[in-house]
């Protein structure tokens, strides 16, 4: 288990930049494959982008690519969500999960994440 802890969520203008931060406890954090999710208010839990436990590949929804960025410091414990670009439809809790399933590099399903942060709220106003 690792316990996840987000942080850099705000307010932004539409067309702004915030970065997201999952610190992760533990000493294994390296064995996690890392992803982010976001929930908007009367909606599912939706997949952002993933990326594997080295941090030499990455996936992303295709309603954020070419504008976020996910990317991981093993040495701190920490993922990283880029967001440039923002639109009001970008407006959710941002969630970040882990897993360390052997043969599922990279997931999009909510599902296979065991471990999940307790969540930043993100807002983008028009």
């Known amino acids: 288990q690792v316990q996840l802890v987000e942080s850099g969520g705000g307010l932004v203008q539409a067309g702004g930049s915030l970065r997201l931060s999952c610190g992760a406890s533990?000493?294994?954090?390296?064995?996690?494959?890392m992803g982010w999710f976001r929930q908007a208010p009367g909606k599912e839990r939706r997949f952002v982008a993933t990326i594997t436990r080295s941090g030499g590949s990455t996936y992303y929804a295709d309603s954020v690519k070419g504008r976020f960025t996910i990317s991981r410091d093993n040495a701190k414990n920490t993922v990283y969500l880029q967001m440039n670009s923002l639109k009001p439809e970008d407006t959710a809790v941002y969630y970040c999960a882990a897993h360390n399933r052997l043969g599922v590099p990279l997931s999009t399903r909510p599902s296979s994440y065991d471990n999940w942060g307790q969540g930043t709220q993100v807002t983008v106003s028009s």
């Open positions: 533990g000493r294994t954090f390296s064995s996690y494959v």
